[in-house]
Structure formats: C-alpha cells, structure tokens
C-alpha cells in the first residue's frame, strides 16, 4: 500500500509541476523570437535548457513509477490467482462453477490487474493537474479560457463516464459469452474422441460459431466505443485550442506565438491526462470492478467442510446415523434417505443398487464431498479414495504413484507388484520413470486405474473406497493382494461400478522461431476485410491526418501572419508599400521590399505558394489608402472570420473522418477476430486424434482463452494506436521539414538510432512473449487438473503438494512475466535518452542559428510540434513492439490452422459407398498394423481376420493388448498400414465421415455435453420427439427423464454412470447402423443395468455386428467369436466354447483365473450358446 503511495507521489509531481513547467518555458522561449521580445540569447540558452532539463527529469520519474506501478499490479494478480487456486481445492461439489469460468477468470479477469495500478493515480491526479493548468492559461488569454476548459471538461468528464458505463456492460456481457464458449471448448477437448467417433463435429462447430458470433456482435459494439475514445484523443486538444483561439480573437485581441503554442502545449498535457489517462483509469477501473465482482462471487462459492474424525466404538470405522443428504438444497427428494450402517474394521463390505440408487452418493458423503442434510457421521482413521474415473497429474508414473509420500524402496516396490504393474513398467520405455501427462497420456487401456489403486496402497491408510472395476486378470491379482487380511489394507468399500481413464493429452508445443513474417500482418487484415475495404481505411487514414495535420498548420500559419504584420508595422515600409500598384504588387516585388530592408523582416523561399502566402499576410495588414484597394480586391479571404472558417474545416474534417477510420478498423478487426478463431476450431476439429493424445488440454484451451482475448481485446487496441501514432508524426515530420528542412539530418539520425534500439528489442521482446504463453499453459493445465481430481486430492490429503506444484508452475510463469516489464521498461528509457538529445539538437539549434529573422511561429510550431513528436514516437515504438509482441497469438492461432489433418471426411463421388452401406455388415482385417508414432514400435501386429455378418465378438486381453486401438484402427483414429474392409469396401477409399457414421459405438467413457437431453441425444435433430422418448423408453430412462429438453451438466454430473451409460446406448439405438462397438461399455454399471444393456443389445441390434471390448467374461461368453489379443497380436479367435476346449489356451486362462465356481458358470454358459447356436445351423 505505501509503494502505491510512493508512487502516486512521484506522479503527482511530474504531473502538476513538470508537465506544467514545460510549456511555461517553451513559451518564454518561443517570446524570445517575437519582434516585440528584449531577452538576450544568454536568456534564450536559458529557456532551452529548462525545456530539456524539465524533459529528462520527466523521463527519469515516468520510468521509475511506471514499473514499479505495474509491479504492483503484477503482484495482485499473482495474489489473487493463488487465492482462487486455494479456493478451488476448497470448492463445494455443490459450487455451481465451470472450468470453463475458471480459466477464463485465470487467464482474462486477473489480468486486468497488470495494467490498473500505472493510470489509476490519474483519477486523483487529474483535477489536481485540470486546476493549475486552468490558471496558467487564464493568464496567457483570460476569460477566452474558459472556452476551451468547458469544452475539453464536456469533452472528457461526462461523456467519457457514460463511454465508462456502457463499457462496463458490455464487457460483463463479453465475459459472460466468453465463459460459456471456453467452458463449451472445455467440454470439447475433453470429448473429442466421442465426437469424432459420432461424427459430431459440424453441430459442435455450428454452436461454437453461434456462442462466438455473440460473443463478437458484444465486442464489436465495445470496439466501437474504444474506437471513438481514441479518435478523441486526436481531435480533442484541436478543438479546444480552436474554440479557445476563436473566443480569444473575438474579443478583439490578435494572436501571437508565444500565446497560442503555450497554450497548445497546455491544452496537449491536459488532454493527455483528461481525455487518454483519465478516461483509461475510468475504464481500467470499471472493467477491474466487473473482474473483481467476477472473483468475488467464485471466492464466495460454497467451499467444502472436512468431516472431522471423531472416535466411535472400538472395532467400527465408519458410524452412519440417520443420515439424509442431497446434492441440491432444492432437490425435493434426498439422494440419500435415513441412511444407519455401521463399518467394522478389517472386512470387505460390497455397495450394490439400481443405476441412480445413490452408490456414489453413499461414497461421496463418507468422503464429506456431500454434506448430510441431517444426522451424523463418525469415522474412525483416514480415508483413502479410488475414484471411479481415475486420475493423474502431469508427472513420472513413480510420482503419481506416491502421491507426496516419501520413497520407501520395498514398500515401493510391493505395491507395483500388489497392483500387477511389473510387466507394464518392462514394457513403458523408461519403466517408472515415463512420463504422463495431466490425463495420463502415455500409458495404454487400464494403466490409469492400475496407478490409482496403487495411490491408495502407497498411502499405507487404513480405510480405501473403491468405486472402479478392471480386468479379470488385473482382478485376480489384485483381489489376492488387498484382501482384508492384507497388511497394506484393513478395510475395504468396494462399489462395483467401474470406468476408464479420460483421454491422454501432452506434447511439446511447435512455436516459430525469430522475427514474426511480414506476411503475418497482411493475413490478419485480408482475414478480416476485403482489398476494397482495406483501399477505404488507407483513405480516411490519409484524409484524417490531412485535416488534423492541417489544423496545426493553419495555427502555424495565422501566428506567422500576424508576426509579419507586427514586423512590418514596427520597420516602417508603408512607404515602398505605398508607391505599389496593384499590377505591381507581385511576390518578386515584395522579395524586393525584403531584401532591401534592414531586418530582413519576411523570409525567403523558393516554394512560390508560401511566398504569396507570405506577400497577402503582409499586404494584408497595411493601412494606407493605397493598399486599401489591395485588401479589398485580392486578400479579403484573410480576414479574422474566413481564418476561423478555414480552421473549422480542417477540424470537422479531422472529427469526422478520424472516428470514421477507427470504426473502420475495429470492424475490420473484429471480422478478423471471428474468422481466425472459426478456422482455428474448424482445424482444430480435424486434427488427429493423435494431437489431443499428445497436447494437455491446458495448452489447447489457453489458445481459445488468452490468445483468442489478446486478438479481440488488445491487438486491435495497440494496432490502431501504432497506426494513428505513426500518421501523426507524419504529418508532424512534414510541417517541420517545410519550415525548417534541414532538420531532416538529425531526424534521419534520430530514426537510425530508433531502429537500432528496435532491432535489439524486438527479438527479444517476441522470444521472452514465447516463453510468457509456454509458462502459462502449465498453470491452465494444472488447474483442470486439479478439477478433473479434486475428490481424489481431498481425499488424499495432498492439498499441500497440488498447491506447491501451482506455486511452482506460476513462479515460472511470473518470473517471464517480469522479465516483459522489464524489457519494456529498458526498451522505454532508451527512446526517451534519444529522444531528448534530438529535441536538445533542435532546441539549440534555433537559438545558435537566430539572426534575427527567425518567425517565433515558427520557432512555436516546430518546437511544440517536436515534443509531440517525441513523446509520440516512443509512444509509438512502444506500441509497434507491443503490437509484434500480441502479434505472436496470431501466430499462435495459425498455427492450429496448419495441424496435420485427417481425411478425407468426404469421399469422392467415384468412392461413396450406397445410402445402405454397409447393408450385411461384415468386416475383415487384412495385415492391419497401428503405431501412434513413427519412433514408437507397432500396438497392433499384422493383424487379419474375418468377422461374418450379424456375428457377436467379444474382444478380451489382458491391459495393453491391443483391445482399443482394433476399435481405433476400425473407425481410422490413428493411420494404420493393411486394409480394413467392410462389405467388400475398402474403408481407406471413402471419407471418415461415411464410414464412421455407419458404425454405432458405445464408449468406454459415456460422454454428455452440458446441454439438453435432446441435443446429446440427437445434436443433429434428425429424429422426431417420438423417435426420442422410445429409445429412451427401450433403455428404461423414459419415466425416469422428466423432459426431452431436461438439461445435462457438464460430463453428465447430474446423471449417473449406468444413466449415462444408458443414453449412449439410447444413441446407438437411434443410428440403426448395421455395426456396433462396445468399448467396455458395462464397465461402469451395476449388474443390473448390465444385465439391461445385454438384453436390449440382444434384442434390438440382433442381426447386427457386434463387436465387444469385455472386462467382465460373463458378457461375451454367448458370443459367436472370441478374440484373443495379447501385444497386438492374435492369439485365438473361434467359438468360446471351442476355445475352452484347450485346457492351455489363454482364453481358458483367463476364465481359470476368474475363481472355481465363476469359471464352471462360464464354461456352462459357453456351452448353452455353442448347443443353441449349432441347434439352428
């Protein structure tokens, strides 16, 4: 608080005492050149150096409050992103908050900070510095002042306030549309296999659009408003000066250099702070105050309380009394009712029930994830937790094992046996030091589980909750070595749902090296406009800067008359005026009268239109009888009035056309904006499926959350401004050059030394800005992380290690963050030292080289003109680099443009397959061999086989098999070598899109969207409502869904497993395809809902091809085949029951393996469908 203080300080004085003194001098010093002036030239050095000296004293205290300000900020939003990461390992499951939210909170809200704290001071500071610069000009013009007070207070104060209020708005509209398209891309990543595999990605594309388009249509709007705020900055110190000077001249006083280019540079400090940093606090503040209310409310969240472990009576674990829960304090029926069980130690109790029963439920409220509405619960000891959707963290398979526990070799190593994952760590390139990613990329099927079970084994705790399911022969191992009895274990709840890790994402991320192509720039603007319209913008942008370049021309050029008057006045030429005609009034006379006077009173030069300006100006103003008719017949257009009519042009032509321009722009910008983000999620979908594989999801998300908002928000913001900046100082170079053009040398030295420091800069500015956007997708990916885990960190106790790994992961972050700041800063003051040797150059040089006939117009144009022109340029080049360095996102985003893609979706007219493709539905493998990387050795082995029409196989083997990458190599989500033929077609020939939307597949995962009922049954709105409600009512959903428009959450978190599981199978049934894939489908559900799922499979898909991925052998042993797999290749592939005729055969294994009494009931089961199947041949 005291360095915002200190700060503040500094600023305050550089405000009302440097930035006030300055103009003060320049005018003494521009007085100086007026005929009517006394001062010597000791005086004039004098005035010059109080010019530089008031200039380097403002760039020393600029730069050091400035960085530290935003050091400031930089710590507030390091503070406030650590208290919401701490919130998060807080949260409520009840918390209604999404992923989404949260990473655009990270990524876009806390942000705001960095910039706050270096134009908050300015609210205070602003009338301060308005009150003392008001005085100075009521000094220079009196009551002519008040003119161009009134107006530049109208000007920035209210409406500027009401810009702030409708900017507040929309920008909580924006944030509210920009959470829901992240939180939907959020869902997206997560489901992308599902989607590919349903060929889903035109209606998800359709609706990110849509959320996009009116996300943009805000934006713009907000745009809109930047865009005029920034034309003010242009023409707001022009029309001041103008109403001022007008009043000024119409009280009947002439104006002079010294006034109007002193009270120019007043009224451009006070613009500067009035109408730029003013209305950029007013707006930093109100969009912090909508971040902050944003925080805020995800702060006040409800948070989870930890059940307290409370003694009960010896021998007993876990005490329920009368126990009534619910996940929503709406919900009129409890998810949990009058709940009374006792737990003793040290035995194996089984958790069984209907889907929806409340398993989970009953599980989660052990764990005090879902607070009982009534009655109490005691636990003796800690509790160690095995979710039902394992999860791991981005780490070594051995630090995911441990969890945070110190490393103990032989307890180590009991647990990977315990959990049968020797042979896996023999077969993972680096044992257990292999890398995963933060959703276990890199390990294969069940791995995930297998490392979540041993999570808990590491812990040593004395309870474990199991609510998952694996193979049968992972089973055998592990049922033998966490049996009760076990010295690792003591008690086990063992729910017998199961489900699969989510899908692996990790990979190093491609970035360009070196300086960013030129081409880049001119694809961001064909992105967003057409060559006409671009043709349109370049115009105005050349007509704006006329008429605003012209208007400090014209004030320039009026002083300059009005000095030739005086002059001519105070040397006495009314005679050589007087013997003048008026055909012999010419330039080449007048050159006469000025070389044969003693003073030399008007300039000479060769530019033929200046001179007769010059000669009117001086005829002009002559008042003898003899040059009255001269007035009154050829310069009557000079008169005070035409003067302010010409300067009034010039301004409405710069109001008009400025803010035509930046509208222009910004709409430009905008189509930019929407279009590059449309072809980057239209690529994105296109992607292999081996991208998601290897990129965390943080990495992807952090392209349509930061990069996406610094392309809407900030891009469009440094661009114009480098453009407008760059136009004025154009139009700045050629007023100085055309009154002094020798100044071009040391504006050719000026712009080498520019481009010398930008040369150093850039590079590295746009290297440090790679590695700001790298060390910020880890703290994005390590949050969803922490989401997608959140049960299972609580549960473990490892809040401590997630919140270190955070802390690490944005020290990192912070550390490249600063080092921006820093270079910017240095980038910053290096302008600045040049830039005040350039102004010291021409400064000096007027005074050195004065004879006498120097025009203190002149003199106050190019003086006044230059310190514009410097405090523009670095500004500027600020502002250009800042623009390369935003730049990089558009990088970042083509990027994803140019992903390796799949295809064809669409086959070729020649290759479509018939509208009933496939119509028999048999396929057969022919040397198929799958590898997901070229450096890593093949998953699938010359695989061929024939699966006949209408057959049901079952697909068994042990972890890592192969099972899933057949199904992947089936629907093509990974380039395989061989063929695969369905009905004789070749399925490389046609489009993805043909061929996997005529194969069903139920999941391994059952994968909801947070939308309807409807659209995640039917996204497409293919079916009508009747067709709907009896797939629904053939999988037993119909009475329990109350409406086709009931809404899913995220992930089907209102749902449970066997329901979601249900609604797939609900989907398949919709298709009708004539092939159907279950991917593990039973996995996760009870018996019971098993039981179902085999039933309706059987009944509504029985001439179908069935094609099942089987944890559970019970579920295939009615199948006509049975495929064998082990390494990828097949070991056996024939009738179950011929299979077990072979005592050795691995199939006869596996059933062994399953216990004496469970592998006489398969065997007999084997046996009843091989007798009922040869009853019919």
């Known amino acids: ?179 829901e398209r992240v939180r939907l891309m959020s869902e997206i990543v997560g489901g992308i296999q599902v989607i590919k595999m349903y060929t889903w990605e035109k209606p998800f594309q359709e609706l990110v659009n849509c959320i996009r388009k009116y996300e943009i249509d805000v934006l713009t709007l907000l745009s809109y408003l930047r865009g005029f705020t920034l034309a003010t900055f242009v023409f707001t110190e022009r029309t001041t000066l103008y109403f001022t000077i007008m009043a000024y001249v119409l009280f009947g006083h002439s104006i002079s250099a010294d006034k109007v280019f002193s009270v120019a540079q007043y009224f451009h400090t006070l613009q500067f702070t009035m109408a730029i940093l003013y209305p950029l606090a007013v707006a930093a503040v109100a969009e912090t105050a909508v971040s902050m209310e944003r925080i805020e409310s995800f702060l006040l969240l409800n948070e989870n309380i930890p059940l307290q472990s409370l003694s009960v009576t010896k021998g007993m674990s876990i005490l329920m009394k009368d126990v009534n829960a619910s996940w929503t304090t709406t919900a009129i029926v409890n998810t949990l009712h009058n709940i009374n069980i006792q737990v003793g130690t040290g035995k194996l109790y089984v958790i069984v029930g209907s889907v929806g029963a409340g398993k989970s439920s009953f599980l989660q409220t052990i764990l005090g994830e879902l607070k009982p509405s009534h009655g109490q619960i005691r636990i003796n000891g800690k509790i160690s937790y095995a979710s039902q959707e394992p999860w791991l963290f981005a780490g070594t398979v051995r630090n995911n094992i441990l969890f945070g526990q110190p490393y103990n070799k032989d307890k180590y190593q009991t647990v990977v046996k315990v959990c049968a994952l020797v042979r896996d760590f023999e077969e993972l390139p680096y044992g257990d030091k292999t890398l995963v990613g933060d959703r276990g990329t890199g390990q294969i099927d069940n791995e995930g589980t297998f490392m979540t079970l041993q999570e808990k084994h590491a812990n040593f705790l004395e309870s474990l909750s199991r609510d998952e399911e694996v193979d049968e022969e992972t089973k055998e191992s592990l049922k033998i070595d966490t049996n009760p009895t076990s010295d690792i274990t003591q008690n086990n709840n063992a729910n017998n749902e199961e489900v699969e890790e989510a899908e692996p994402e990790e990979t190093e991320e491609l970035l360009a090296k070196g300086n960013l192509p030129k081409s880049l ?285 955070f802390d690490e992961h944005q020290d990192l972050h912070t550390s490249t963050y600063s080092l921006i700041v820093a270079t910017g800063t240095m980038f910053g003051f290096a302008l600045d030292v040049v830039t005040i040797g350039f102004i010291a150059l021409v400064t000096y040089s007027f005074v050195a080289l004065d004879d006498g006939n120097t025009f203190a117009g002149n003199v106050g144009l190019a003086i006044s003109q230059i310190l514009i022109l410097c405090g523009m340029v670095q500004y500027g080049m600020r502002q250009t680099a800042e623009t390369i360095t935003q730049m990089t996102s558009v990088e970042r985003i083509l990027q994803f443009t140019e992903l390796e893609k799949e295809g064809p979706f669409e086959s070729n007219p020649t290759d479509k397959p018939s509208s009933n493709w496939p119509a028999k539905g048999e396929i057969k493998f022919d040397r198929v061999s799958l590898r997901y990387a070229e450096s890593e050795p093949p998953v699938l082995k010359s695989l061929s086989f024939v699966i006949e029409p209408g057959m049901k196989i079952g697909i068994v083997g042990r972890t890592g098999a192969g099972k899933s990458s057949l199904i992947a190599a089936l629907f093509h989500m990974a380039k395989f070598d061989g063929a695969i033929y369905i009905d004789n077609v070749n399925t490389k020939k046609i489009g993805l899109h043909d061929l996997r939307n005529k194969i069903s597949i139920i999941p391994q995962e059952p994968m909801l969207f947070s939308a309807t009922l409807r659209d995640n049954l039917d996204p497409f709105h293919k079916f009508q409502d009747a067709d709907l409600w009896s797939a629904l009512e053939e999988v037993e959903l119909k009475d329990a869904m109350t409406s086709l428009d009931h809404c899913v959450e995220q992930g089907g978190g209102n749902l449970s497993a066997g329901q979601r599981q249900l609604i797939c199978l609900a989907r398949a049934i919709l298709q009708d395809n004539r092939i159907l894939v279950l991917d593990e489908a039973t996995a996760n559900v009870d018996p019971t809902t098993d039981a179902l799922i085999q039933t309706t499979i059987r009944k509504k898909f029985k001439a179908c091809t069935v094609l099942t991925i089987a944890h559970r052998l019970n579920t295939i042993m009615d199948s006509d085949k049975v495929l064998v797999m082990d390494h990828g290749q097949m070991l056996e592939f024939d009738h179950p029951y011929a299979l077990l005729q072979n005592e050795k055969g691995h199939f006869s294994s596996m059933v062994q393996e399953t216990g004496k009494l469970m592998a006489e009931q398969l065997k007999q089961c084997a046996k009843m469908a091989h007798e009922q199947q040869h009853k019919f041949t």
Not at 121 to 145: C, D, E, K
Not at 159 to 178: D, E, H, N, P
Not at 599 to 627: P, R
Request: glycine share 6%; net charge positive; charged share 15%.
């Open 1 to 179: 608080m005291w360095s915002f203080f200190y700060y503040g300080g500094w600023v305050l004085f550089m405000s009302t005492v440097l930035r006030v003194m300055q103009p003060y001098i320049l005018g003494l010093l521009i007085w100086h050149f007026d005929p009517r002036a006394t001062s010597t030239q000791e005086e004039a050095y004098l005035y010059a150096s109080g010019v530089i000296i008031v200039g380097i004293v403002t760039m020393l205290i600029f730069h050091h409050s400035n960085i530290g300000l935003m050091e400031i900020g930089m710590r507030v939003r390091i503070a406030s992103s650590s208290l919401m990461y701490r919130k998060i390992l807080c949260l409520s499951k009840s918390s209604t908050t999404t992923p989404g939210q949260i990473i655009n909170l990270l990524s876009n809200d806390v942000s705001r900070f960095d910039q706050l704290f270096t134009v908050l001071h300015y609210i205070w500071i602003m009338p301060i510095q308005g009150a003392v610069i008001t005085f100075l000009i009521w000094r220079n013009v009196g009551i002519a002042s008040l003119a161009g007070i009134f107006l530049i207070t109208i000007q920035t104060i209210p409406l500027q306030g009401y810009i702030s209020k409708w900017t507040s708005k929309l920008r909580l509209k924006s944030a509210v549309r920009t959470d």
């Open 521 to 805: 720039y001119w694809k961001y603007i064909r992105s967003g406009a057409s060559i006409i319209i671009i043709v349109i913008f370049l115009f105005c942008l050349i007509l704006g800067q006329i008429g605003s370049s012209g208007c400090d021309y014209w004030v320039g050029y009026w002083t300059r008359q009005e000095e030739m008057r005086i002059k001519a006045i105070r040397e006495g030429q009314y005679s050589a005026v007087n013997n003048l005609t008026i055909s012999s009034f010419t330039p080449r006379s007048i050159r006469q009268i000025d070389n044969t006077s003693e003073t030399n009173n008007v300039s000479i030069t060769t530019d033929y239109w200046e001179d007769q300006f010059n000669d009117t100006a001086l005829s002009q103003n002559f008042t003898s009888d003899n040059t009255t008719k001269i007035i009154d017949m050829d310069f009557y257009y000079l008169d005070t009035n035409t003067a302010l009519w010409i300067y009034g042009g010039f301004i409405i032509l710069s109001v008009v056309i400025t803010t035509c321009r930046n509208l222009i722009f910004y709409q430009i910008c905008m189509n930019a904006s929407k279009n590059l983000h449309n072809f980057m999620f239209s690529c994105l979908l296109k992607a292999p499926m081996s991208f998601f594989d290897n990129n965390p999801s943080g990495r992807i998300l952090n392209r349509f959350s930061k990069d996406i908002g610094a392309v809407d928000e900030i891009l469009p913001r440094t661009m114009i401004e480098t453009i407008q900046i760059f136009a004025v100082m154009a139009g700045i170079l050629i007023q100085i050059l055309i009154i002094n053009w020798w100044i071009i040398f040391p504006t050719i030295i000026l712009s080498i030394l520019y481009n010398e420091i930008r040369k150093i800069y850039i590079p590295t500015a746009q290297s440090i800005k790679r590695l700001e956007g790298n060390a910020k997708s880890p703290v994005f990916s390590h949050v969803n992380s922490t989401l997608s885990g959140l049960t299972t960190i609580r549960s473990a106790g490892a809040q401590e290690m997630v919140r270190k790994q």
